[in-house]
Nanobody, 127 residues
Framework: QVQLVESGGGLVQAGDSLRLSCAAS????????TGWFRQAPGKEREFVAG????????DYADSVKGRFTISRDNAKNTVYLQMNSLKPEDTAVYYC????????????????????WGQGTQVTVSS
């Protein structure tokens, strides 16, 4: 199985940028569909962004489109989430997750079952 470790979170001001990293060990992360999720206090966990194994399919939540970018570096066995123009409503614990499933037309990246999860990294955006 694959182990996932997130890093890169922190406290920033509105308008700033952060880059989150999801480093994998145990298995090659490029063999998995990988997603970023977040959970704010008192709210359910929500899908933020996802990338398929072959990088053919990438998807974002409407709330982050145009501001966040997900990418892979297979040489480093890492997936990144570049977050620009951060807003206070982006404050949450961000989780990386990996799925052995392949997204389809009927079940896209947000709806997949994710098998492995990291421990999360806190992102706090002040106004």
């Amino acid at each position: 199985q694959v182990q996932l470790v997130e890093s890169g979170g922190g406290l920033v001001q509105a308008g700033d940028s952060l880059r989150l990293s999801c480093a994998a060990s145990g298995r090659t992360l490029s063999s998995y569909t990988t997603g970023w999720f977040r959970q704010a206090p008192g709210k359910e966990r929500e899908f933020v962004a996802g990338i398929s194994r072959s990088v053919v399919i990438i998807d974002y939540a409407d709330s982050v489109k145009g501001r966040f970018t997900i990418s892979r570096d297979n040489a480093k066995n890492t997936v990144y989430l570049q977050m620009n123009s951060l807003k206070p409503e982006d404050t949450a614990v961000y989780y990386c997750a990996a799925s052995i499933a392949i997204p389809t037309i009927t079940r896209g990246l947000p709806g997949l079952h994710y098998d492995y999860w990291g421990q999360g990294t806190q992102v706090t955006v002040s106004s």
